[in-house]
C-alpha cells in the first residue's frame, strides 16, 4: 500500500482572513483559511475556526463575527499580529495596533482595513463539531468591498509574503529540531509528540519537518 503524503493538502487552495469577534469589552482576531459560501438560497457563509483559538470561544458566546479577506497587500505583520500570538496574552486592538487599520462594524465588530480587499458581518445560525475546529454557518448581515486588489491565497502567502526560512547550520551538537512548515517555529527534541499543536500558528506535528543541527 502507498505511503499518504500529507503535503497533498498543500495542492488545496484556500483564501485567508481574518476573524474578528466581541465579547463585552474584549476584542480579539486570528487567521483562518476556510471561509466560503455554501449556499445561495438563502445565502450562507461557513466560518471554521481552531477550537484552541481565543476567537473561537468569542464567536461561540457571541454567535456573531466579522470576516475581513485579506489581499495581496498585506504584509506579513499583519499574519504575525493575528496569527502567531493569543489573543489570551495580547490586546491584539491594544495601542501597539494603529486605529487606521480597522474600522467598526455596524454590529459593534471591528473588521480590518489594512491590506484587505472585503469584509462580511455574520450572524451565527448553526455550529458543528468537527474535531479540531467547529464550523460556524453564518448568514451576512452586511458585507461590502474595501479595495480592487485581488484576494491572498495561502499559496501566495507561501510564495510572496511569508519570509524564506534561513538555511540550517550544521553544529556539533547533533540536536533534533523540528521545524513549522507553516510559520518556522522550532522545537528542540528528539521525538515530537503526536499531539504537538504548533504555539504560534496552531498546526499540527503532520506540519513540521524534522532536521538535526
Known amino acids: 500500500m502507498a505511503e499518504m503524503n500529507t503535503k497533498a493538502m498543500f495542492k488545496i487552495s484556500y483564501g485567508l482572513f481574518v476573524c474578528t469577534a466581541v465579547v463585552g469589552d474584549k476584542k480579539n482576531g486570528c487567521i483562518i483559511n476556510t471561509a466560503m459560501q455554501v449556499a445561495s438560497e438563502p445565502n450562507l457563509i461557513s466560518v471554521a475556526i481552531n477550537k484552541a483559538n481565543l476567537t473561537h470561544d468569542m464567536v461561540l458566546e457571541s454567535g456573531m463575527c466579522n470576516v475581513s479577506v485579506i489581499s495581496r497587500k498585506a504584509d506579513f505583520e499583519l499574519f504575525k499580529h493575528f496569527g502567531f500570538q493569543s489573543g489570551r496574552d495580547v490586546n491584539k486592538f491594544g495601542a501597539d495596533y494603529p486605529t ?10 471591528p473588521y480590518i482595513t489594512a491590506g484587505t480587499n472585503a469584509y462580511f458581518s455574520l450572524k451565527v445560525t448553526q455550529t458543528v463539531d468537527i474535531g479540531s475546529h467547529t464550523l460556524f454557518l453564518c448568514t451576512p448581515t452586511f458585507m461590502t468591498v474595501l479595495d480592487e486588489t485581488p484576494s491572498c491565497t495561502y499559496e501566495f ?9 534561513q538555511a540550517v547550520a550544521t553544529t556539533p551538537k547533533g540536536e533534533t529540531v523540528w521545524r513549522c512548515v507553516i510559520c518556522g517555529y522550532e522545537w528542540v527534541g528528539e521525538e515530537l509528540p503526536d499531539d504537538f499543536i504548533c504555539p504560534l500558528c496552531k498546526h499540527p506535528k503532520s506540519d513540521f519537518e524534522k532536521i538535526v543541527r
Open 100 to 109: 487606521s487599520s480597522y474600522a467598526m462594524a455596524e454590529n459593534g465588530i
Open 157 to 165: 502567502y507561501q510564495s510572496d509574503i511569508k519570509p524564506k526560512p
